[in-house]
DNA sequence: CTTAGTGCAAAGGATTTGCAAGCCC
DNA sequence: GGGCTTGCAAATCCTTTGCACTAAG
C-alpha cells in the first residue's frame, strides 16, 4: 500500500496525491511494459475518476526522475516499465507483436566496441530490436 | 533520370507516374535519412504539386517492395533511406539529436547470441541505439 | 493559505483514409 | 477504358496543453 517511490518523490519535493498512489501501485509493481491505455484499464476498477491526461503527467514525471523506463516498442505507443526491473533488451516481434525481455549483457561487448570507435556512450537499458520470432519465423512464406 | 527503381518497380506491376519518379529519385538517391516533410521539400523545386499524402504513400510502397527502410529515430517522426546504402547502426544522440551510421558488423555477435538463446532472428538492419555522443558527454552535469 | 496537481476539452503533430477525378498502360 | 493513383480534406491516433478548480502540505 505505501510503496518506496511514494516516500522518494515526496522527498523530492512532489505532492502524494490519491492519484498518484494509485498509478505508482499500478506501473511500479507491473512485470509487463504498460501503455498509458494500459494503466487507465488497470486503475479503472480501484478509481472511475483518474483522466488519462493525469496518467500521462503522472508517467511523465516518473521518467523524468528516473524511476520509469519509457520505451518507444514500434506500436505506435510508447510503453512505460519500472527501471527496477532491470535494463533489457526487447526483443520485438514485427510479425505478432510478441516482446521478448532478454538478457542486456549480451550487448556488453558491443557497447563497448560503439564506445572504442565511435566514442558514444550507447544506452542498451531498454534497446528495442525488432525481428523473428521462433514461431513466426516457421510460418513466414 | 531513369533510376533502375523504377524498372524494378514497373516490372512488379506498379504503375510508373511523374509522381514516383521524382519522389524515387528524390530518396534513391539520398545519402540521409529523409523524413517525409525532408522529401516533400526536396522536391518542392521540381514539382510544386506533389502530396504529402501521395508522398507518404509511395515511401510506404518503397518500404513493402523492401527498396527503402523506414526507421524510428524517435524523434516523433519516421525516417526513410534506401536499403541499398547498406545496413547500418543508428547512434542517435539524445542530447544534441546527432545520428551517427556505424558499422553494423559490430552487432554480429550479439545477434548470435540472440538467435542461440532465445531462437529469434534479430533484424540489425538500420537498427536504432540512443545515448550521448561524445561532445553531449562532456557537456553533461 | 499557496501553488502544485487535476479534470476537461481542445489543440497538436504525424500519418492514414474516403472518395471523386485523373492518367498510366 | 479499366483500375491503379492522385489530390484534397477529413479523420485517426497518441499525446500534450490551457485553464479554471481542487486540494496537499
Do not use: W
Not at 523530492?12 to 492519484?19: A, E, H, N, S, V
Not at 506500436?75 to 516499465?81: D, F, N, P, S
Not at 519500472?82 to 558491443?110: F, K, W, Y
Amino acid at each position: 500500500m505505501h510503496h518506496r517511490y511514494l516516500e522518494e518523490l515526496r522527498q523530492r519535493g512532489y505532492r502524494i496525491t490519491p492519484q498518484r498512489e494509485i498509478i505508482i501501485q499500478a506501473v511500479a509493481d507491473s512485470t509487463a511494459h504498460l501503455t498509458a491505455e494500459d494503466v487507465l484499464k488497470l486503475i479503472r476498477p480501484r478509481s472511475e475518476a483518474i483522466n488519462i491526461a493525469t496518467i500521462y503527467r503522472t508517467l511523465e514525471m516518473l521518467v523524468e526522475e528516473g524511476l520509469v523506463i519509457r520505451s518507444d516498442l514500434g506500436q505506435g505507443q510508447a510503453v512505460y516499465a519500472p527501471q527496477q526491473h532491470g535494463p533489457h533488451i526487447h526483443l520485438v516481434c514485427r510479425h505478432c507483436g510478441e516482446v521478448i525481455a532478454a538478457d542486456h549483457t549480451m550487448a556488453d561487448s558491443l557497447q563497448e566496441q560503439i564506445r572504442a570507435r565511435y566514442h558514444f556512450e550507447a544506452d542498451f537499458t531498454h534497446i528495442t530490436i525488432f525481428g523473428l520470432c521462433a514461431q513466426c519465423q516457421s510460418q513466414e512464406k
